[in-house]
């Protein structure tokens, strides 16, 4: 059984509360899942392996990324039973569908509804491009079939990979589309808003040999978290957990 999704409401009006606060951490702490043996992209594909899926924000800003083989909306498209692909660059959407790939130019953020319903939504590192990531979230919920799960993907800004960029450049210099960051308990209250659970959040990197020996005596020293480069966040339906 799932743990019920965390509200700090239900503590106090006020969100620093201290017992709020103090007990979100356990929690947060009991729904991280971390995976050692697949990388974020692996991951996304075994669980989309079989399903009805959607993905939202596939043409990763170019078209150069339509004939890699790693491009990730072909990955997930062949792992999937069925797959829809969403983008609002109408242009390039025009041309996956000469491809042979079915994309739907349509705002992620808007109150459309595409009439379908999906085992799946995946938001591959879109939450943190768009200006309204609470309306994204309800466009991931409207099209979740009735035990459908949401997967977010998005980079963690206090992972070791962005300190060392910090400390080489004084600031951290990131993709310049970017307009905010991610954390567990940020995707809590998204959660909240936009009427969802947060039931899980995944942390995604092969580790293996002496690199893991290593990283498990490290992690008694530093945050686990800090190791892993994404964050991603697992949402259904609040009547699923």
């Not at 692909?85 to 042979?100: A, C, F, Q, W, Y």
Request: aromatic letters at 12%; proline letters at 6%; one cysteine or more.
């Amino acid at each position: 059984m799932m743990n019920k999704s965390f509200d700090w409401t239900t503590y106090s009006d006020d969100p620093n509360n201290e017992q709020a606060r103090a007990e979100v951490l356990p929690w947060l702490l009991n729904i991280r899942k971390v995976h050692l043996d697949s990388n974020l992209l692996d991951y996304v594909c075994d669980r989309t392996r079989g399903k009805r899926v959607l993905d939202i924000g596939v043409v990763s800003h170019s078209a150069s990324y339509f004939e890699d083989e790693g491009w990730r909306h072909r990955r997930i498209r062949d792992a999937a039973a069925y797959c829809v692909g969403i983008d609002i660059l109408e242009p390039l959407v025009n041309e996956l569908n000469k491809r042979g790939f079915d994309v739907r130019c349509v705002d992620a953020t808007s109150d459309a509804d595409i009439g379908e319903r999906f085992d799946i939504v995946f938001l591959g590192d879109v939450i943190e491009h768009v200006d309204n990531p609470v309306a994204l979230l309800r466009f991931a919920g409207r099209h979740l079939a009735p035990d459908g799960r949401i997967l977010v993907s998005t980079p963690n800004p206090f992972s070791r990979k962005f300190y060392r960029r910090f400390r080489r450049h004084g600031t951290p210099i990131v993709n310049l589309d970017h307009c905010a960051w991610f954390t567990p308990t940020i995707a809590l209250e998204l959660a909240r808003r936009a009427g969802l659970a947060l039931i899980a959040y995944h942390l995604p990197k092969p580790f293996t040999g002496i690199r893991r020996l290593y990283h498990h005596f490290v992690w008694l020293f530093e945050p686990l978290e800090y190791s892993f480069p994404d964050y991603v966040f697992e949402f259904a339906r609040p009547d699923v957990t």
